[in-house]
């Protein structure tokens, strides 16, 4: 089951928080062109914007000002009914997998089309997705039966079961110890080449964000540093010693 993916286009974007004193910028002015089917990785200090970047593209917060087309829809102009279709076209990964946890593997799979008329038999789909992830035989398990990286994997299914075009993981591996954060990384990898979405993914880690076709460093909500990953590996290697030179 082919995803089609989406090109994301990000211009002039900024949000600000305003928690009392002076507003606090977390994303400045920010300009981006993602390629459909590219995998992403957003790198950058604690507080640098990754998350809150994220957000919008997800449409979980709104923007203050600037665009956000996803595919041929500026994501910053839909309403209500539009937003909550265009949610449901993208998957989202979160640090600490949010399962719920009176809910075995495969309700939690299954439980983001649930409320919606869908067009295919949730739990084969589900079960489908658990065994893509390498949980086969663990659709009953709840949460806490499994291991973090298990749960992420749950995670990831979940996130992939309204066949998203894009895909958003936020430190996806960042509870992991890193040779699961790893697997995690694999996991994804191999799902974003069977299945040709587009992947953004923000991370501290610079072996994940290492296997990723681009890195882009924020800082202060602004782009510090946009490095393409994806020539040859001696082009990779010496990218990468100039990234790890910048810290990530
Ligand atoms: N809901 C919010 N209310 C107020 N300020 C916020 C909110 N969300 C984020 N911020 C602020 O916006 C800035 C960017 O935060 P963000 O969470 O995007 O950073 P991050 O790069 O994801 O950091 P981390 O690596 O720690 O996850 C920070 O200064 C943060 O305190
Ligand atoms: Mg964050």
Redesign the pocket.
């Known amino acids: 089951m082919p995803n089609t993916s989406v090109a994301v286009t990000v211009d002039g974007l900024t ?1 600000q ?3 009392g004193g002076e507003p ?4 400045d002015e920010l300009s981006l062109e993602i390629a459909a089917g590219s995998m992403v990785a ?1 790198t ?12 919008l593209v997800g449409a979980i ?1 709104s923007a203050d000002t600037g665009t956000i087309v996803v595919g041929d829809r500026d994501i910053t102009k839909l309403r209500r009914a539009a937003l909550a279709a265009y949610r449901r076209t993208i998957g989202f990964v979160f ?1 600490r997998y949010h399962l719920l946890p009176a809910l075995s593997a495969l309700d939690n799979v299954i439980a983001p089309v649930l409320p919606y008329r869908v067009d295919f038999d949730r739990a084969a789909r589900a079960r489908e997705l658990l065994t893509a992830v390498g949980l086969a035989g663990r659709e009953r398990a709840l949460p806490a039966q499994l291991s973090g990286g298990q749960q992420q994997r749950v995670a990831v299914a979940r996130a992939l079961i309204g066949e998203p075009a894009l895909l958003l993981a ?2 996806p591996t960042g509870n992991l110890d890193s040779g699961t954060g790893a697997e995690i990384l694999d996991l994804l990898l191999r799902l974003r080449a069977e299945r040709g979405m587009t992947v953004l993914l ?1 991370t ?1 880690e610079q072996h994940i964000a290492a296997r990723c076709d681009r890195l882009i460093r ?1 800082r202060d ?1 602004r782009i510090a540093e946009d490095l393409d990953l994806t020539g040859g590996d001696d082009d990779r290697d010496s990218t990468l010693t100039r990234a790890t030179q910048l810290r990530l």
């Open positions: 949000k928080f305003r928690t606090l910028t977390a994303v957003l950058g200090p604690s507080g640098s914007g990754k998350s809150t970047l994220l957000h917060e640090q936020d430190e923000a501290h924020l909500g």
